[in-house]
Structures are given as C-alpha cells and as structure tokens.
C-alpha cells in the first residue's frame, strides 16, 4: 500500500515537472506603444506579436497603450517592437522585461 502512495506521488511531480519547467523558461515583455487609436490597431498588433515564434499571448489595454507579451522561452525584445511597428505607424517602447 505505502509503495502505490509513493509511486502515484513520483507520477504527480514527473507530470508536473514540464511545466515548472516551462514556466521559468518564460519570459514577459511589456512595452508602452503609441499610435494606437482604436481596437483595429490593437488587433493588428495582437495579430503581428502572434506571428513571432514563441509569443504565447498578448494583452494590450487600448487606454494605457501598454502591450505585455508571453513567450516561451527567451525572445529578443528588439525582435517584438519590429513586429508592433511592422503592423503599420505605431511606435513601441520597451517598458519591462522579466525572464
Ligand atoms: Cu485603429
């Protein structure tokens, strides 16, 4: 009995180990982008951060003008701002980067 304890117990962290793992990988950009004027502008830009390899999701607030994206593992920042203004006259600037 104490052996099938232990062995559902070594499944449950086995199982969840890829994703603490996955989890530190992440990282979390945020940058405060100009230029948006309406949800139009802020799908194009939701579209064009999704496209990047990795990018996870993407949440913007239109007011604030503040995008913050996920992605698994580490994505240039750089690499981000080049696809919010390739979407078309915005102007991003990085604000934070965690991971
Ligand atoms: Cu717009």
């Not at 802020?42 to 239109?62: F, H, N, Q, T, Y």
């Not at 003008?65 to 981000?80: F, I, K, M, Y």
Request: hydrophobic share 45%; charged share 25%; proline share 2%.
């Amino acid at each position: 009995m104490k052996r099938i304890v232990v062995s559902a117990l070594l499944a449950l962290f086995l199982v969840g180990t890829p994703g603490v793992v996955f989890a530190e990988g992440s990282s979390e950009t945020v940058f405060r982008v100009s230029g948006m004027t309406c949800g139009m502008c802020a799908k194009a830009i939701e579209r064009a951060l999704e496209d990047v390899p990795g990018v996870e999701s993407v949440a913007i607030d239109g007011d604030s003008g503040r995008v913050a994206v996920t992605a698994a593992g580490d994505v240039e920042a750089t690499t981000l701002e080049a696809a919010i203004e390739s979407a078309g006259g915005y102007e991003a600037e990085l604000e934070e980067k965690q991971g």
